[in-house]
């Protein structure tokens, strides 16, 4: 994807309170599936239930998982071995391979198009998961003069887990790292903060 670098400043508000027209939560914002035809008026319900959840995945899933195959910056990859749980969600519905509406057990026929489609080529997008590690093991000597250390990174960004081939647990960028499905905060783009003066970015790369 591009990096433009637009921003808008909301209220800290959490994503379940209903007020209309408020920045800062799932209420209204791009997440807010209600006033499209195929979500069938339901909010949270495209991504979780309260009852019979996917099995095998935290947060009460709902949603269809992706099983594509992606070109990485490192080769291909899939999500199931390859991302975090976060990014593997978003991408069940951002690489365009299942559709919108496939969840509660139905299979849909509405997918995404337009500029939010990300596709299976992820060689154009900011690395994710495998990619990713924050730090790599091994870490190589000059990763430290290149990237924030973990302990110091801003609050706002979050680091996810990722189990690599040899079920040890490292430490991956996601797509939640930078963020928020729920809209939390009201910035542009759901980014977990402003992005102006590139604050997101500077936050890992010491630039
Ligand atoms: C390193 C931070 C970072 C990561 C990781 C990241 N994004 Fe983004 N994303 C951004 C920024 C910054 C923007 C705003 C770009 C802009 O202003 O055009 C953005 C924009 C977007 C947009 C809107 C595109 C548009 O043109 O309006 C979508 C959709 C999106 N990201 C989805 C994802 C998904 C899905 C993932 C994981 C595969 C992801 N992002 C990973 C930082 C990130
Ligand atoms: C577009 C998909 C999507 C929608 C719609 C959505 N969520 Fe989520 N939700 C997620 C994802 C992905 C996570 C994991 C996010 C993370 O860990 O950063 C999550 C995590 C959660 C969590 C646990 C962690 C937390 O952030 O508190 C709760 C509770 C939750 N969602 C509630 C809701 C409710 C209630 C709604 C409806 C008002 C809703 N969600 C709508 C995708 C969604
Ligand atoms: C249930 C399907 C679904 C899931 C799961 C999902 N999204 Fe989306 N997302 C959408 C749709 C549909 C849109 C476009 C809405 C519209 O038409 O404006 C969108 C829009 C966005 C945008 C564009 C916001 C903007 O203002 O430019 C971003 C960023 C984004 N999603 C990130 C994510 C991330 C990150 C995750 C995982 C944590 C995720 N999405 C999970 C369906 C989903
Ligand atoms: C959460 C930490 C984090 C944030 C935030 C972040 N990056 Fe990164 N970035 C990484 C990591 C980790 C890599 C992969 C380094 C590697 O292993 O080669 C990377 C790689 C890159 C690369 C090299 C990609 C390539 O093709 O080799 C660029 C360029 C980049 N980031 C730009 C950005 C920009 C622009 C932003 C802000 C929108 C940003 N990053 C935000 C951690 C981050």
């Given at each position: 994807m591009r990096f433009r670098m637009s921003h808008l400043l909301g209220t800290m508000v959490f994503a379940g309170v209903v007020a209309s027209g408020a920045?800062?939560?799932?209420?209204?914002?791009?997440?807010?599936?209600?006033?499209?035809?195929?979500s069938g008026g339901e909010i949270c319900k495209p991504c979780h239930t309260p009852h019979n959840a996917l099995a095998g995945v935290p947060r009460l899933?709902?949603?269809?998982?992706?099983?594509?195959?992606?070109?990485?910056?490192?080769?291909?990859?899939?999500?199931?071995?390859?991302?975090?749980?976060?990014?593997?969600?978003?991408?069940?519905?951002?690489?365009?391979?299942?559709?919108?509406?496939?969840?509660?057990?139905?299979?849909?026929?509405?997918?995404?198009?337009?500029?939010?489609?990300?596709?299976?080529?992820?060689?154009?997008?900011?690395?994710?998961?495998?990619?990713?590690?924050?730090?790599p093991d091994p870490q190589p000597a000059w990763w430290a003069g290149a990237?924030?250390?973990?302990?110091?990174?801003?609050?706002?960004?979050?680091?996810?887990?990722?189990?690599?081939?040899n079920g040890v647990t490292q430490k991956v960028v996601s797509c939640a790292s930078c963020h928020t499905v729920h809209n939390k905060g009201g910035f542009d783009h759901m980014l977990r903060a402003s992005n102006a003066a590139s604050a997101i970015c500077l936050g890992c790369h010491l630039k």
């Open positions: 920045s800062g939560q799932i209420v209204g914002s791009d997440h807010d599936f209600s006033s499209k035809a195929w899933w709902n949603h269809e998982l992706t099983t594509a195959t992606y070109q990485m910056h490192e080769g291909t990859g899939t999500a199931a071995a390859d991302f975090d749980t976060d990014s593997r969600f978003c991408l069940s519905c951002h690489d365009g391979t299942v559709a919108l509406d496939s969840f509660g057990g139905q299979t849909g026929t509405s997918f995404m198009g337009g500029g939010e489609l990300l596709g299976t080529d992820l060689t154009n997008d900011h690395p994710i998961g495998s990619d990713a590690m924050y730090p990237f924030q250390d973990p302990a110091n990174l801003p609050s706002f960004l979050r680091i996810r887990d990722w189990v690599d081939p």
